[in-house]
């Protein structure tokens, strides 16, 4: 009688274990678009990426994974990069980009990856390029 009772007590925690797994992914269910995402304009995202970049560093640092030197490093390149997103997303639209910064530099509006020359894919995320 015992070993019915685990049986189907361990068949029950399978059951429940797995049925997220299994049950079918409704409508209500789907993952909708961050809304805020939608308003972010290309140099939002450069500055935003930069920002979660400049995070992991520190925290790489302080847990021991990075180095002094390689933290200087990295930290001077996206502290660089988000001083740069930031003045060309505060800057009004017909303004030329922020200072050290190339007009022709382009960036995806994905991933927020540096674009060179004609590309039509990003290297980075594989994002098709508007034209």
Same mark, same amino acid.
């Given at each position: 009688m015992t070993l019915i009772a685990e049986t189907i007590l361990a068949l029950l925690a399978v059951a429940l274990v797995l049925e997220p797994l299994?049950?079918?992914?409704?409508?209500?269910?789907?993952?909708?678009?961050?809304?805020?995402?939608d308003d972010i304009t290309p140099?939002?995202?450069?500055?935003?990426l930069a920002l979660a970049a400049i995070k992991e560093i520190e925290f790489d640092q302080a847990t021991g994974k990075l180095s002094d030197v390689d933290y200087d490093r990295l930290y001077r390149r996206y502290a660089g990069e988000a001083m740069a997103a930031m003045k *060309? /997303?505060?800057a009004p639209p *017909? /303004?030329?980009?922020?200072?050290g910064v190339p007009a022709s530099r382009r960036f995806c509006e994905e991933c927020g990856a540096r674009l060179e020359g004609a590309a039509k894919f990003c290297s980075e995320c594989g994002e098709r390029i508007a034209a």
């Open positions: 299994l049950r079918p992914v409704g409508p209500a269910a789907a993952l909708l678009s961050n809304s805020d995402d140099e939002q995202r450069r500055r935003d *060309d /997303a505060d *017909d /303004a030329a980009p922020a200072a």
